[in-house]
Each structure stands twice: as C-alpha cells, then as structure tokens.
C-alpha cells in the first residue's frame, strides 16, 4: 500500500456544484496532516491544516478519520477559480513528510 | 518578505553537465526543503535541512545529488553528472519549524537535461 493515495481524477464538477475527495495514509502513527492546491505550473501552496476536530473554511471542510486513516477535503458552491490539483500531506513523528500525487479537479461552467 | 526565492527559473543543459540550483529561503525560518516534482513520481522530498544541518536526505536518488546550506539565507541543489531522467521542477520551500508548520514553495526551476 502506498504510504499517501489520492485519487488522480480528474473530478469535472459544474459550478456551484460540491465536490469532495479522500486521501488516504497508510502510517497509522501519522500526526499532522494538510490540504495543498497547485495550480498549473505554479508553486503549492497551502489550503488547509487538518484537525483531528475538523475545520471548516469559508466553502471549504476538511475532515480526519483516524479509524479509517483518511483525511477528506469538501469543497461546497464550487467556483471556476477553484479548478486546481488538491495535494494531500502527511507527516510522522519523525518529521517525514510525504504529499500525495493530487486529484485534479476542473470546474465547468 | 519576497517570499521563498530559487533560481534560475529555467534550466536546459546537455547531458553530463553539473547543475548548480539556488534558493533563498524566507528570513526568519528555520527549515528548507528540496523537492522534486514529475508528471510520473508527483511532488518528491528529497533533502531537508533544520538550522542549516541536513536532517533527512533519504530522498536524494543517487550521489549525482547533493545539497548544501553553508548559512541561513542560501541553499544550494547540485546535480552532477546531469541526466536526461532529471529532467523535472525543482521546489524549494521553507517554513518556521519542520513537518508540523505550513511550509511556502518558491515558483521553482524548470529543469530540462538533453
């Protein structure tokens, strides 16, 4: 099992529409978790921390599920601005970071 | 703040020249990272450094690789021989501690080896 999975999609999603998507980790001693965006040919940059409680911003929800080892992202009102690859990051206790490779996700208008 | 800056923005060279990667990163964090990103493998971690000390460089693929941060503001990423399966972007990034604080990218190097 890969230690960060993502599905690569990509997700096409109509304006306005929510979307949501899962990563999943394999290290159940994994700490801290984030939500990156990428846009095409730039830099990541960061969306979300992750808390075990969760944590809402604005449109955007991120959610962890020890139990299961995923962290989720939703995204509700999709706006075209929000086309972009999603980067999942997880971290361990010996400050080993790994990023998954990304779920694209195009919003259509 | 400039935010994290690398340079050069693009690179193409021939195979078997040395590659010499720069980055500064923001002023005041104590971590700096090196990653390397392809269409196949994603965003991959190849070497950080706290306080300018190499922690981790399980990532670096071979010694053709090595990394150097010689003072708080400047890093180095060099490849030398360079290979056409190096070809990828480049990211260096800082942040205030390690894995548990946002870490911010710099725009990265292009790197195309012929």
């Known amino acids: 099992r890969k230690e960060v999975e993502q599905d690569p999609g990509p997700f096409n999603v109509p304006e306005g529409a929510t979307v949501a998507f899962n990563c999943t980790y394999s290290?159940?001693?994994?700490?801290?978790f984030f939500w990156y965006r990428q846009d095409c040919r730039k830099e990541p940059k960061l969306l979300m921390s992750?808390?075990?409680s969760g944590n809402e911003d604005g449109r955007f929800t991120a959610q962890l599920n020890r139990a299961s080892q995923y962290i989720s992202l939703l995204i509700r009102d999709s706006k075209l601005s929000d086309s972009a690859t999603y980067l999942c990051?997880?971290?361990?206790?010996?400050?080993?970071?790994?990023f998954g490779k990304g779920t694209r996700l195009h919003i259509l208008p | 703040d400039a935010g994290v800056i690398q340079s050069p923005r693009h690179e193409v060279t021939e195979m078997g020249q040395e590659v010499t990667l720069r980055c500064k990163p923001i002023?005041?964090?104590?971590?700096l990272f090196w990653y390397r990103q392809t269409m196949m493998r994603g965003l991959e971690l190849l070497i950080y450094?706290?306080?300018?000390?190499?922690?981790?460089d399980s990532g670096m693929p071979e010694d053709r690789f090595s990394a150097k941060m010689p003072n708080a503001s400047f890093s180095t990423l060099k490849i030398q021989p360079s290979e056409p399966r190096d070809s990828a972007v480049y990211f260096c990034?800082?942040?205030?501690?390690?894995?548990?604080?946002?870490?911010?990218f710099g725009p990265g190097t292009r790197l195309t080896v012929t």
């Open positions: 990034a800082s942040s205030l501690r390690t894995s548990d604080y946002e870490q911010y």
């Open positions: 290290n159940s001693a994994s700490q801290s």
């Open positions: 992750v808390y075990s």
């Open positions: 990051v997880v971290s361990n206790r010996d400050d080993k970071i790994i």
């Open positions: 002023s005041g964090h104590n971590s």
């Open positions: 450094f706290n306080n300018n000390v190499p922690i981790d």
